[in-house]
């Protein structure tokens, strides 16, 4: 079965403080790695796909990087519009086209 | 284009009452999905359609819950008879060309 496991599960940072979020994962095969931004009251609003070991992708302060095992979200001085919940979720290599999720990170931002 | 809209967008009910959600998807998307989302186990896939045929229904807790997709322009799911323990956020999802696309969610509270 899937697993996705984000840690950690809150964190807190200071404007322009970088840090990074971890999303481990257990799969049979890989289709896919996913994040999504998380804001209250919304539905999630996907960020990026990752397809492969070693591959990266960024938008503005964010990077999200892709290990057989893990992926990361870096964030790069940020600011406290970065505030929500981010998810992280795997898509089977199967042909099944679900996606199973982390439980998220919660980051809070202050100025 | 409107984004997948779920109607309503809080539901209060009675414990025994039947509730029903109600999506629009993105027109063209064959995928739609049904979540469920709690603090304790995070986002929860309830049941998938592609093209209109429900594909996996493994995660319907229980024979209370049923959804169908009569058309590719409307989906409902349906809980009866309500329990307190239903409680959530539900999101239907659609898949697109760069990942799903969530609805803003029906906040479901049963007392």
């Known amino acids: 079965e899937d697993q996705v496991t984000q840690s950690p599960e809150a964190l807190r940072l200071q404007e322009g403080e970088s840090s990074s979020l971890n999303c481990s994962y257990t799969?049979?095969?890989?289709?896919?790695l996913f994040w999504y931004r998380q804001d209250p009251g919304k539905g999630p609003e996907f960020l990026f796909t990752?397809?492969?070991a070693g591959e990266e992708k960024e938008k503005e302060r964010l990077k999200a990087t892709l290990t057989k095992k893990e992926s990361f979200l870096h964030i790069t001085a940020p600011k406290p519009e970065d505030s929500a919940t981010y998810l992280c979720?795997?898509?089977?290599?199967?042909?099944?086209?679900?996606?199973?999720f982390g439980t998220g990170t919660r980051l809070l931002v202050s100025p | 284009d409107a984004g997948v809209i779920q109607s309503p967008r809080h539901e209060v009910t009675e414990m025994g009452q039947e509730v029903t959600l109600r999506c629009k998807p993105i027109?063209?998307?064959?995928?739609l999905f049904w979540y469920r989302q709690t603090m304790m186990r995070g986002l929860e896939l309830l049941i998938y359609?592609?093209?209109?045929?429900?594909?996996?229904d493994s995660g319907m807790p229980e024979d209370r819950f049923s959804a169908k997709m009569p058309n590719a322009s409307f989906s409902t799911l349906k809980i009866q008879p309500s329990e307190p323990r239903d409680s959530a956020v539900y999101f239907c999802?659609?898949?697109?060309?760069?990942?799903?696309?969530f609805g803003s969610g029906t906040r479901l509270t049963v007392v």
């Open positions: 979720a795997v898509q089977e290599s199967t042909g099944f086209q679900k996606l199973v």
């Open positions: 799969v049979s095969g890989l289709r896919g």
């Open positions: 990752l397809y492969s």
């Open positions: 027109s063209g998307h064959d995928y």
């Open positions: 359609f592609n093209n209109n045929v429900p594909i996996d």
């Open positions: 999802a659609t898949d697109g060309k760069y990942g799903y696309t």
